[in-house]
């Protein structure tokens, strides 16, 4: 588990050193399995094998940890959102909704720690607030994109496109409640899964 | 706020009454709020206005009050997967899965703050096993719903029936982060939205 960086101090004899990396990992899991309020430096200290004051070589505060790990999931889905537009200029807006929900299922699953923790987010700091404003540009974001493909024409227009909107991205964000990396189910064949069942629905019409 | 069921203690001058009801609604908003392990009996004491010991006039333990909030959610969404079965006996298995989950959309609606309890709960003491016990019960009812209605030929077969019933009612779930009875949503809409998102796709067919 001691994995070093060339740029991290040496660490002394019979004291583990841990990189930024892995110190934010292991951070955001505990933060995870006991709540970000309910977890002191201390507990990660303890996590980590390491002394109360030894956690401070490795990083300044909670605060700093909870940052990193709320921007490495918005920095993700931001990327997800805004590289479908990019990427295919003249695409529809219905073929550039469903890539960024493909898109969105992948950055989940690679960053599931991460997105995990910025959906518990509910406002009890600076830095919460912060992520959730980021998070509801994204929502935004997403809405227009809904919303000019219902308008032209490829989506169904008897459901609100922001209700549409929440739907679609609560049944991406369900993922993080069962999901786990190298479990049975591929993360390719659950992001083709999601956009199947949301685009083309569950029932087998007569053709 | 002060409301007596006919059977409780009559209050004392200057103590406010609770009738069982109003205790168990103000303490799962309670525990919403702050996380069932972050709340202690003294905390709900104090959000009800009473001495740490009238609270034990009114419930005998917090595990009581968790336990009934449980039971609450899980009654219900049994309810609304065993009713559909029984209320249309010839029924096919697809229109039975329709129902059910226009159903739990209206049950997780009515009881917002225990289902929302319910799907925090981790399995951190015998009362949240055996919830989660239940839960696994109804989840396996519903994905041989989804098996039988991809059997009969009505529900696609392309995305195995276990992830089916994760998406599907991973998108009803997802309702709790954003629902609030009340507001610009009504609840046969947003019922009848996600069964036509799921079963019909947002997509429009030229047909």
Same mark, same amino acid.
């Given at each position: 588990?001691?994995?070093?960086?060339?740029? @991290?101090?040496?660490?002394?004899?019979?004291?583990?050193?841990?990189?930024?990396?892995?110190v934010?990992r292991?951070?955001?899991?505990?933060?995870?399995?006991?709540g970000? @309020?309910?977890?002191?430096?201390?507990?990660?200290?303890?996590?980590?094998?390491?002394?109360?004051?030894?956690?401070?070589?490795?990083?300044?505060?909670?605060?700093?940890?909870?940052?990193?790990?709320?921007?490495?999931?918005?920095?993700?889905?931001?990327?997800?959102? @805004?590289?479908?537009a990019?990427?295919?200029?003249?695409?529809?807006?219905h073929?550039?909704?469903?890539?960024?929900?493909?898109?969105?299922?992948?950055?989940?699953?690679?960053?599931?720690?991460?997105?995990?923790?910025?959906?518990?987010?509910?406002?009890?700091?600076?830095?919460e607030?912060?992520?959730l404003?980021?998070?509801?540009?994204?929502?935004?974001?997403?809405?227009s994109?809904?919303?000019?493909?219902?308008?032209?024409?490829?989506?169904?227009?008897?459901?609100?496109?922001?209700?549409?909107?929440?739907?679609?991205?609560?049944m991406?964000?369900?993922?993080?409640?069962?999901?786990?990396?190298?479990?049975?189910?591929?993360?390719?064949?659950l992001?083709?899964?999601?956009?199947?069942?949301?685009?083309?629905?569950?029932?087998?019409?007569?053709?």
């Open positions: 588990m001691s994995d070093h960086a060339s740029n @991290d101090p040496a660490p002394r004899r019979g004291r583990p050193g841990y990189d930024q990396e892995t934010l292991r951070a955001i899991d505990l933060f995870n399995r006991q970000y @309020d309910g977890t002191s430096m201390g507990d990660l200290a303890k996590e980590l094998g390491l002394t109360k004051s030894a956690i401070y070589h490795h990083v300044p505060s909670k605060e700093h940890l909870l940052s990193a790990a709320l921007d490495e999931a918005l920095d993700g889905l931001t990327t997800a959102v @805004d590289s479908a990019s990427a295919a200029p003249g695409a529809s807006a073929a550039r909704l469903r890539t960024v929900v493909q898109e969105s299922v992948v950055i989940l699953a690679e960053h599931l720690p991460a997105v995990t923790l910025l959906l518990r987010v509910r406002g009890n700091s600076e830095i607030l912060a992520a404003e980021r998070r509801r540009a994204i929502d935004d974001k997403l809405t994109l809904v919303r000019a493909a219902v308008d032209e024409g490829a989506l169904r227009s008897d459901i609100p496109p922001e209700l549409i909107s929440r739907l679609l991205f609560g991406v964000n369900s993922l993080v409640e069962w999901y786990r990396p190298g479990g049975p189910v591929d993360v390719d064949v992001a083709s899964s999601v956009a199947t069942l949301a685009f083309d629905g569950l029932a087998v019409h007569p053709s």
